[in-house]
């Protein structure tokens, strides 16, 4: 089945710097590729998403990238605020219905 | 109009008790999912409904749990003799999607077994 791991665990950036968190798989059948936000207290929020036809999304100032070759993709944020501090999942389709989750990177922003 | 939305938010029950956890989806959202979350993981398949049909259940961990969906909007998951490992944050989400994309997710129940 499909395995997908993320890193870092955590990161820490100052405030207005770009932040990166990457995550790999394994099932080469996977197409969707969605990133989530999740807040204390709340559930996961989509924030980004990328099919395997398509190698670089971009909305605002987040973007992802994806590397079918390799198997990983990305999560860029650019000109980081301190609202963007939360813990940030990425997943991969197992099947139509089941995604598989990566164990998350906790963003810490610095004023 | 409304997000996804559970109730409890919280609910502690004692060892051996039954529970049951409800999930509102969006309005005419055809996929409904339940996943259970760990402190400090991400989250994990329980169980998934395309309208009130149950299509895939392989992630439920024991046979204490069963979930339903017998109208095809509101679900409840079901937990009987609960026991500590079941503790954690049961999430709830769903989709307009007959898929696993672009899904909503609620804001959880977050389950003690003492």
């Known amino acids: 089945g499909e395995n997908v791991e993320q890193h870092p665990s955590t990161l820490s950036v100052q405030e207005g710097d770009s932040a990166v968190i990457k995550c790999t798989y394994s099932?080469?059948?996977?197409?969707?590729f969605p990133w989530y936000k999740q807040e204390l207290g709340k559930g996961p929020q989509l924030i980004i998403d990328?099919?395997?036809n398509v190698g670089e999304k971009k909305d605002q100032r987040i973007a992802v990238t994806l590397n079918k070759t390799a198997k990983h993709f990305s999560l860029h944020i650019t000109e980081t605020q301190p609202e963007d501090s939360a813990v940030y999942f990425c997943?991969?389709?197992?099947?139509?219905?089941?995604?598989?989750w990566g164990a998350g990177t906790k963003l810490i922003i610095k004023p | 109009g409304a997000g996804v939305s559970q109730s409890p938010r919280y609910k502690v029950a004692k060892r051996g008790q039954d529970v049951a956890l409800r999930c509102d989806p969006i309005?005419?959202?055809?996929?409904l999912f339940w996943y259970q979350q760990a402190l400090g993981q991400g989250p994990e398949f329980l169980t998934y409904f395309q309208n009130e049909a149950q299509l895939d259940k392989s992630g439920l961990p024991s046979d204490r749990f069963f979930a339903e969906r017998p109208e095809g909007s509101v679900s409840t998951l079901k937990i009987q003799r609960t026991q500590q490992e079941d503790s954690a944050v049961y999430l709830c989400?769903?989709?307009?999607?007959?898929?696993?994309?672009?899904?909503?997710f609620g804001p959880g129940t977050r389950l003690t077994v003492t």
């Open positions: 099932d080469s059948a996977s197409n969707y």
């Open positions: 990328i099919r395997s």
């Open positions: 309005s005419g959202h055809v996929s």
């Open positions: 997943a991969a389709t197992e099947s139509n219905y089941q995604l598989i």
């Open positions: 989400a769903s989709s307009f999607l007959e898929r696993s994309d672009e899904q909503y």
